[in-house]
């Protein structure tokens, strides 16, 4: 976890803005963001500039910007929008009322928030099977590839692998071809890894290359998390924590496509 470490200590060190619930008098700027999810992505960016536009002040901006990480940008938050909060940490960054200290945080932020976004190809991810075998995300051929992102020491992760297991709709989608899943761990414990079962139609995986978590290549705040997949590995979502939100999710593709 040396990379991810790193980067907490430099989102630390660039300011006392930080994404904490507690340290900002918000509620106005949370209706803010939770209203704008509910318009559509294009009227969404034109009152994120509008809104911009209208704060003066540089301190302002930063505390506006804690807010978009901890509602726009968590996978714990009801309104958690990718794109919309990809999008305004875009504009903070070009905003010309910000000095280059202030941008330090906010483009950090947008650097990780621009990985693996959606509609764009997901990074590779090299990952060893619990037989030794070798395989990589880009071998899945289904029309849909599933990934969840795993600790065996989180209890939530427990929870949700249960969920899976008990999951008719995913198994069948498993064994039609029409999907795969690959639950992937990325720290260095291969013990532990080693140590969990997964159900039959989920590949079990450990990143052995360590790339995402020494070289950061998912930007991963939480654990579990999904990404849903095409069949040409573009991004459809990703840090999604929900379940029930993915399995709607595909449920929805599918029924568009027939």
Not at 121 to 150: E, K, M, V, W
Request: charged letters at 20%; one cysteine or more.
């Amino acid at each position: 976890m040396k990379f991810r470490f790193v980067i907490a200590l430099a989102l630390a060190c660039t300011g006392v803005h930080t994404a904490s619930a507690q340290s900002l008098p918000r509620s106005k700027a949370e209706s803010f963001f939770t209203r704008l999810c509910a318009t559509t992505t294009d009227s969404a960016k034109t009152i994120i500039d509008q809104k911009l536009n209208a704060i003066t002040k540089p301190n302002e901006i930063l505390k506006f910007t804690d807010t978009a990480e901890a509602i726009l940008g968590s996978p714990a938050s009801p309104a958690h929008n990718e794109v919309l909060y990809t999008y305004f940490l875009q504009s903070v960054v070009a905003s010309k009322k910000l000095s280059e200290n202030d941008k330090l945080r906010p483009s950090l932020l947008l650097e990780n928030s621009q990985k693996n976004q959606i509609g764009t190809t997901a990074t590779n991810i090299a990952y060893q099977l619990p037989d030794g075998s070798f395989h990589s995300l880009y071998d899945a051929t289904t029309p849909l590839t599933l990934i969840y992102f795993n600790d065996p020491d989180c209890d939530a992760c427990h929870k949700v692998k249960e969920n899976i297991a008990a999951s008719a709709f995913l198994c069948n989608l498993c064994s039609e071809n029409k999907l795969s899943i690959i639950g992937i761990y990325p720290f260095n414990d291969k013990a532990k890894w080693q140590s969990q079962t997964f159900p039959p139609f989920v590949a079990n995986g450990w990143d052995y290359t360590q790339s995402i978590d020494e070289e950061a290549t998912y930007d991963l705040p939480t654990m579990p998390l999904f990404y849903l997949l095409d069949g040409n590995k573009t991004v459809i979502a990703k840090n999604e924590p929900s379940l029930k939100k993915i399995e709607k999710t595909i449920a929805d593709l599918i029924s568009a496509n027939h």
